[in-house]
């Protein structure tokens, strides 16, 4: 039976957060207003200055508020041109693990799979890139070219969408690998033969000790490998 990799896109891949690039680029482009933008700023200022443990979940949460105000009758020309501007902006800023990653997976015949949280248009390109065989975002309903605010598809069921995927295409999880950074993968995580946690959340980090999970860290131009052993990890320079 054929093998299958999944891959969550931001942190993960990309070296950021694309919808946080894409708010960024629609209020470049004057599609939000300027209550908007400082309502942003003022949540990453907080993040940033690490005031306390939750302030990157509150960030966050402010982004995804202030893009489903943003979207609500945005015109999608508008929006898919702010699409075209971070593609070109992040397509190639990735981390080496994953990057190394996919290539090697592919060498050997793997399915390769994006579950995003991020926005269809833009993971599909990123898809198309870097040679995945299936994709899935987060996709938001249109009427008349304009966008209704309103979401349907991945947002918080990755799992869910990783099942469909599988049957779609005939694989089991015999092994199978899936890699993410951050508490809303675990679930899909939790589906796969081979998980990776990498550059993880603080949750992510703690279930994947618990069930004995590879932790990847890349900072700068170092990886870093977590490898489970009996009671414990031992930790390895992967280059």
Known sequence: MQRFAVFDIDG???????????????GAQGLLDSAMRQKIQDARH??????????????????VDVYHNALTNLAV????????VVFEKYKDQVYTYSRDLIRELKEQG???????GSQQEIIQKLGDYYGFDEVIGTA???????????FVGVYGHKAEMLHKLMAKHGVGTVGSVAIGDSNS??????????????NPTKGLMEH??????????????????????QDGYILAQTN
């Open 12 to 26: 993960t891949v990309i070296r950021w957060q694309l919808y946080h690039a894409i708010v960024d680029e629609l």
């Open 46 to 63: 907080t993040w940033k200055s690490r005031t306390h443990s939750t302030s990157f979940d509150e960030y966050e949460q402010t982004l």
């Open 77 to 84: 020309d508008d929006y898919l041109r702010a699409v075209d």
């Open 110 to 116: 793997f399915l390769l799979f994006i579950i995003s």
């Open 140 to 150: 938001y309903t249109q009427r008349e070219g304009r966008f209704t605010g309103q």
């Open 185 to 198: 993968d675990i679930a899909m995580l939790e589906l796969v033969e081979h998980p990776i946690a990498f």
């Open 208 to 229: 994947a000790r618990a069930q004995g999970w590879d932790i990847v860290v890349e900072r700068k131009n170092v990886v870093y490998q977590l490898q489970a052993k």
